[in-house]
């Protein structure tokens, strides 16, 4: 798939079962996020729909433009997805940011997303989340980043196996056995791609995130009329727990609480996320989150 933006054209990975996508599926934004997170799920829909899953601008396991990537990027890319790609009314499902810029888009085009399935939904970057907030030194990082060679040496030297292993265990898998050697490897391949640093930083240091507080988050989600589906693991993350709750109680609001999993709880544990989400897609009406 090609995207053009700001005169840049920015070719993605996309795989798509059946004509017609009735489904549109969104990984997370992280540096070892790609579309290939979201096959399982796509593989378990495809008996009863039509699906394609795509990768993030600036994400994925194909090589990345230099570009300084922003929270406008990503809405118009959705925007593009849903009018030019899709065509039609959809179910979106989306994990982490994904599902943050997958509400903000519900806003913005509620007749073309029919039902909304957010998967351990996140809005802030994993360093604004460790520090509270925002600070100076995070544009600092982005810019030494963006240097030709030097950049490139200070990201491996932060994204390297070690890095990867601690951030699955940490915060992605229940169980660290489900990182393989030859998921690793796989892993290891999307932050080697050529480019990867640019949205990968960017993403971290928070320059990604979708709104700048909780509460501007959870407006999103009150004044939305699209049904909404929340999936989340027993096992995730404290911080990214705690946003998760607090957006679990807005009225209207469906939410399935699965005993295992972490923020990757869609690519670990398929069958119980996938099995939710059918029974949504089923039993949820079009006529939006009033009628419920």
Not at 154 to 163: A, H, K, M
Request: net charge positive; charged share 25%; hydrophobic share 45%.
């Amino acid at each position: 798939m090609q995207w053009n933006w700001h005169g840049h054209a920015i070719c993605l990975g996309a795989d798509s079962i059946g004509a017609d996508p009735q489904v549109l599926l969104l990984p997370a934004l992280s540096s070892i996020s790609t579309r290939h997170e979201m096959r399982p799920l796509q593989e378990r829909l495809a008996g009863r729909y039509s699906t394609i899953r795509v990768d993030w601008p600036g994400f994925g396991d194909r090589p990345r433009p230099a570009v300084d990537w922003t929270p406008q990027a990503y809405t118009e890319f959705l925007g593009f997805l849903i009018s030019s790609v899709i065509a039609r009314p959809c179910a979106v499902i989306a994990a982490g940011h994904g599902a943050a810029y997958a509400l903000m888009r519900s806003l913005e085009s509620p007749q073309m997303i029919s039902r909304l399935v957010m998967i351990a939904p996140t809005w802030r970057g994993p360093l604004p989340t460790m520090l509270n907030g925002r600070r100076r030194l995070f544009d600092r990082i982005c810019d030494a980043a963006d240097l030709p060679g030097l950049g490139q040496v200070l990201y491996r030297l932060n994204v390297n196996r070690l890095v990867v292993r601690l951030m699955s265990a940490g915060h992605v898998y229940a169980d660290e056995r489900f990182l393989t050697r030859e998921r690793l490897r796989e892993k290891l391949d999307v932050v080697r791609a050529p480019g990867a640093r640019f949205g990968s930083v960017r993403f971290v240091t928070g320059r990604l995130d979708p709104v700048k507080e909780r509460e501007a988050f959870l407006d999103l989600a009150r004044r939305t009329a699209v049904p909404i589906l929340l999936i989340h693991g027993a096992e995730t993350p404290p911080k990214s727990q705690a946003e998760i709750e607090a957006l679990a109680v807005l009225p209207g609001i469906q939410r399935v609480r699965l005993p295992r999993g972490k923020l990757g709880v869609h690519e670990e544990f398929p069958d119980p996320v996938a099995d939710a989400i059918g029974r949504f897609l089923a039993a949820v009406p079009q006529t939006g989150r009033a009628s419920q």
